[in-house]
């Protein structure tokens, strides 16, 4: 008969945990005494982290664009036992104008940050709602609600992210089934340094995408200040919380950042409410 202890165990199923947050959340969660399944793209990825905590650590070697290889992955965790808390976090991003991105560049971006997370979303909300509840956290990032040139595809997949699950956070709410989008800002994960950038075309190059595309290429990710090791432990508190935020902003880049583009967008939308409301039927 398991002890008071092992029933307070989770388990987690983290995709992109290779490295960056992903890793931070796995460890994190395993110190903590749960249970992760752990998606990667390297099979010795993690031999660390299974050495230290054994079985308590399954790991799966996953290519997110391939959808029939996530349902295999999804359904086989599934068989293992209930599964708590859904982390859908794996991620990069293309860097260019949309004009210079290949069609295989915009591809690959819209399934990995999108189309994947759906799939697997979708595939764990029924067993979820027969077990009672359970969380699902995407990570997104202040990329979901603050659009820059250069970013074109990684934003169409992170605002189709937050639009997907905003609607089902309220289609799954009765069921005791929580949503929380994730959106850091720049975070020392070695995601700055793992930026792909298209091949640059002259008419771009003396444009706000040249400018951002410099900028980018200088960047380091010492020069970022979120603290990975803080935004995992945040973001475990919050699967803990029992009424958790829909959206949890990381960051202070991210603060401001999404309060102004969300306070221009406002006061963009009250310049037009005249016009808005004049194409009605007159009466």
Do not use: C
């Not at 793209?41 to 230290?52: G, I, K, Q, S």
């Not at 937050?162 to 020392?188: K, M, N, Q, W, Y």
Request: glycine share 10%.
């Amino acid at each position: 008969m398991p002890s008071p202890a092992d029933m307070d165990v989770r388990h987690w199923f983290i995709t992109g945990a290779s490295g960056g947050l992903g890793r931070h959340l796995t460890g994190h969660a395993l110190r903590r005494g749960d249970r992760v399944t752990a998606t990667v793209r390297r099979p010795a990825a993690l031999d660390d982290l299974r050495e230290v905590h054994g079985d308590r650590l399954t790991v799966e070697v996953l290519d997110l664009t391939k959808p029939a290889d996530v349902e295999e992955v999804v359904a086989r965790t599934i068989r293992t036992g209930p599964v708590d808390i859904v982390v859908n976090n794996a991620g990069y991003a293309v860097v260019g104008a949309a004009e210079e991105m290949t069609v295989e560049q915009v591809r690959d971006q819209v399934e990995v940050l999108l189309l994947a997370p759906m799939l697997i979303t979708r595939a764990f909300l029924a067993p979820m709602r027969e077990q009672g509840g359970g969380r699902i956290i995407q990570v997104s990032s202040m990329g979901g609600q603050v659009g820059i040139p250069t970013h074109s595809s990684y934003h169409a997949g992170k605002w189709g992210l937050e639009g997907f699950t905003e609607s089902v956070s309220r289609e799954v709410a009765d069921f005791g089934i929580h949503l929380t989008l994730v959106e850091p800002g720049g975070t020392r994960t070695g995601f700055a340094s793992a930026l792909r950038f298209t091949d640059e075309t002259a008419p771009y190059r003396d444009t706000a995408v040249g400018r951002t595309r410099r900028s980018l290429e200088a960047l380091d990710d010492n020069a970022l200040t979120g603290d990975p090791a803080k935004v995992a432990a945040a973001v475990y508190d919050t699967t803990r919380d029992p009424n958790p935020p829909l959206r949890l902003p990381l960051g202070a880049d991210t603060y401001d950042a999404v309060h102004a583009a969300l306070t221009e967008r406002l006061t963009a939308l009250e310049t037009r409410k005249d016009h808005a409301v004049s194409v009605a039927f007159d009466h």
